[in-house]
């Protein structure tokens, strides 16, 4: 994690679980005092080790009833077509993660629409359009029993 700091991972788990912890909170479980605890998260914050804080939202009361991973192979492997598919993703609100990859394929996408018509849409509509796109290969998401994104 952060220079083999014990101190500094510890501070990194605890708000990887609640960004919205208090200092004092924080300090207490990490065994510091509040003014040393916020200066590791100040110190953390500078070095981008810690590069931002995000609310985790209920995909359920989003209106969100579909979540999938795509993977998405291209026909061309130049730069010049890998961002046209980048700007393209980009665009897409439904679109949470892109990630560029090895292997079979090009990119693992995490996308998250409304429905299985919404998704399709999506599939035909923009991925089955783009250019150089030469396959599609969705994992639809059927329960998360562990997710330690924020």
Not at 46 to 52: A, Q
Not at 87 to 103: L, M
Not at 123 to 144: E, Q, R
């Given at each position: 994690?952060?220079?083999?700091?014990?101190?500094?991972?510890?501070?990194?788990?605890?708000?990887a679980?609640?960004?919205?912890?208090?200092?004092?909170?924080?300090?207490?479980?990490?065994?510091?005092?509040?003014?040393?605890?916020?200066?590791?998260?100040?110190?953390?914050?500078?070095?981008?080790?810690?590069?931002?804080y995000?609310?985790?939202?209920?995909?359920?009361?989003?209106?969100?009833?579909?979540?999938?991973?795509?993977?998405?192979?291209?026909?061309?492997?130049?730069?010049?077509?890998?961002?046209?598919?980048e700007?393209?993703?980009?665009?897409?609100?439904?679109?949470?993660?892109?990630?560029?990859?090895?292997?079979?394929?090009?990119?693992?996408?995490?996308?998250?629409?409304?429905?299985?018509?919404?998704?399709?849409?999506?599939?035909?509509?923009?991925?089955?359009?783009?250019?150089?796109v030469?396959?599609?290969?969705s994992?639809?998401?059927?329960?998360?029993?562990?997710?330690?994104?924020?």
């Amino acid at each position: 994690m952060t220079n083999n700091d014990p101190i500094n991972d510890h501070i990194l788990r605890e708000l990887a679980m609640n960004g919205r912890i208090t200092n004092l909170q924080l300090a207490d479980r990490v065994g510091l005092s509040p003014s040393a605890c916020l200066r590791r998260v100040q110190e953390l914050e500078r070095s981008g080790v810690i590069t931002g804080y995000r609310a985790v939202l209920s995909p359920a009361a989003m209106g969100i009833g579909v979540t999938a991973y795509i993977g998405v192979g291209l026909s061309e492997h130049s730069k010049a077509a890998q961002e046209r598919f980048e700007r393209a993703v980009s665009r897409s609100p439904e679109v949470i993660e892109c990630h560029n990859t090895t292997g079979t394929i090009e990119y693992m996408l995490r996308i998250e629409c409304a429905d299985l018509a919404a998704y399709k849409t999506f599939h035909t509509d923009l991925l089955g359009a783009l250019p150089h796109v030469i396959s599609i290969t969705s994992y639809m998401v059927l329960d998360s029993p562990k997710d330690l994104r924020a």
